[in-house]
């Protein structure tokens, strides 16, 4: 089983859609919890983090976690064709004193106009 | 700040010949990884490094060897190259955890394209 589990996708949804990015995981050694966007070609940037259950907010973007069933969500409001890219969910556990980041596969999402 | 810088962009390699993936970074952090991302395989850690002088082996290390002499820079090096290796390589830096303001934000750069013929 792998760590981390998430819907490769591709997702396309029309412009103002409310996106749902969803991602799973089995090690509950997991403290931290990030999602990245991808543009095409170009290397990953941090869209949001964050450490605890619940929601975070970030303008259009939400992300909830909820550690009892080890599930992580990106929500998207009002998206926009710029949101096309892919969105990686990542998590950070520490392993000897080191923190090891575990990436989910993507999933790839495209906002029509 | 230039940031995380991958040299080159691109490249084609014949089987067998030997090339180095070029990392620097300008914002003094600590920590540097390199990464391989193939398609529907998300990102796999090849090598990191806590600081200069010290590196270890990340989930995918056979057929590459890194080495971090100084602080801004973490070559990454293919030796022997295989059809297996193509992909594209990130490089990607993170202050250290000891750093006040850590979030735990891994900064990549835009990525090195490689095949292997």
């Known amino acids: 089983q792998k760590e981390v589990e998430q819907d490769p996708g591709p997702l396309s949804v029309p412009e103002g859609a409310i996106v749902s990015l969803n991602c799973t995981y089995s090690?509950?050694?997991?403290?931290?919890f990030m999602w990245y966007r991808q543009y095409s070609r170009k290397g990953p940037e941090l869209l949001m983090y964050t450490y605890s259950s619940g929601n975070k907010e970030d303008g259009r973007f939400t992300a909830q976690v909820d550690k009892s069933s080890k599930y992580i969500s990106l929500f998207i409001r009002d998206s926009q064709p710029s949101d096309s890219a892919t969105y990686l969910c990542a998590m950070i556990r520490t392993t000897s004193g080191t923190y090891k980041y575990i990436f989910g596969t993507g999933t790839r999402l495209k906002v029509l106009a | 700040n230039a940031g995380v810088t991958q040299t080159p962009k691109f490249r084609i390699l014949k089987i067998g010949q030997s090339m180095t993936l070029q990392c620097t970074q300008d914002?003094?952090?600590?920590?540097m990884y390199w990464y391989r991302q193939d398609p529907g395989m998300g990102l796999k850690l090849i090598y990191y490094s806590v600081g200069a002088g010290i590196t270890d082996k990340g989930e995918v290390p056979n057929g590459y060897n890194v080495s971090r002499s100084t602080t801004e820079d973490f070559p990454l090096r293919l030796e022997l190259a295989a059809p297996s290796q193509t992909s594209v390589y990130f490089c990607?830096?993170?202050?250290?955890?000891?750093?006040?303001?850590?979030?735990?934000?891994?900064?990549f750069g835009e990525g090195s394209r490689l095949t292997v013929l």
């Open positions: 090690n509950s050694a997991f403290q931290y």
């Open positions: 990607a830096s993170n202050p250290g955890s000891t750093a006040l303001t850590w979030t735990g934000e891994l900064f």
């Open positions: 914002m003094n952090h600590n920590y």
